[in-house]
């Protein structure tokens, strides 16, 4: 679809249907200046990832990943000097929205949150189960929020998606206790990321909240993220369920995409530190 047409559409999407609905916690869903520039140097497009054999989810994308880095290196500071990891859809994140729609880890009248959403592909999928009563897309970057935002509704659960701006650098800002499952694709690419996964997840779930993490099985910072959960009051989640691998086809490659389950077994303060395992 040619770029102009998507970006009307995105327009429309925000600005009467998306918005009246979102629940935005903190900074929330528009149309920002920042997405404005994306829309004017790289262009949007819609992108249909299959999540089942007879189905998929449709995503408003950046048309280019290579110029939307181009542009934000350029723009820096409108940027807010972010990196776009959202300008791709990652293998990982495409395992866990089809393992989310198969094998029924969302359950009646969850709350769900996203973390780290990007373009809410894993949101959306928990949503088109039928079974959450809410989704929340997260992500630190404001473009991000607006397309995973637009892409609900896209699909038809604008309804039941709410999105938020925040940074898992300052957990204290994060909703306390709302969430029943937190789910996350490809998260832990950095070392010091595990340690504010760990205490955004403690953040936000209720007590035994179920955690669901996708990463690419060459990613090598999964035992730091386990450390980090085993210190905030979780354990894995049943023997067989705790890590499994899941061989995902993606943009013509096959993927072996780990998915690790965590819950909530003792309630700590939210003031406890994560411990550093550094």
Do not use: K
């Not at 918005?19 to 404005?36: K, N, V």
């Not at 054999?53 to 290579?66: E, G, K, S, W």
């Not at 959202?86 to 393992?99: C, F, H, K, N, S």
């Amino acid at each position: 679809m040619p770029t102009m047409r998507v970006a009307g559409r995105l327009a429309a999407v925000l600005t009467t249907a998306a918005l009246p609905r979102a629940r935005a916690l903190r900074g929330g869903a528009g149309e920002s200046a920042a997405m404005r520039l994306v829309v004017h140097h790289v262009g949007l497009a819609e992108l249909a990832v299959p999540t089942a054999r007879d189905a998929a989810i449709t995503l408003y994308t950046p048309a280019c990943a290579d110029r939307l880095l181009d542009a934000y290196v350029e723009h820096e500071e409108a940027f807010g000097g972010r990196t776009p990891y959202y300008g791709v859809v990652w293998p990982a994140a495409v395992g866990l929205a089809r393992d989310l729609g198969a094998r029924g880890r969302v359950a009646d009248g969850d709350a769900v949150l996203e973390l780290g959403a990007g373009l809410g592909l894993c949101g959306i999928a928990a949503a088109l189960t039928g079974r959450a009563a809410r989704v929340t897309l997260v992500d630190h970057d404001p473009v991000a929020v607006e397309l995973g935002l637009a892409s609900a509704v896209e699909n038809g659960v604008g309804h039941l998606v709410d999105s938020a701006q925040l940074d898992w650098t300052e957990p204290h800002r994060w909703p306390a206790h709302e969430y029943s499952l937190v789910v996350a694709a490809d998260v832990i690419y950095e070392a010091g990321a595990a340690e504010h996964v760990a205490a955004v997840v403690r953040r936000v779930l209720r007590p035994d909240g179920r955690f669901v993490l996708a990463d690419l099985a060459t990613r090598p910072f999964r035992p730091r993220l386990r450390e980090a959960m085993l210190a905030c009051g979780f354990a894995p989640e049943g023997v067989r369920e705790a890590e499994r691998v899941v061989p995902t086809e993606w943009e013509g490659r096959t993927h072996d995409v780990v998915l690790s389950s965590f819950r909530r077994t003792a309630r700590l303060g939210d003031h406890q530190e994560v411990r550093s395992l550094r």
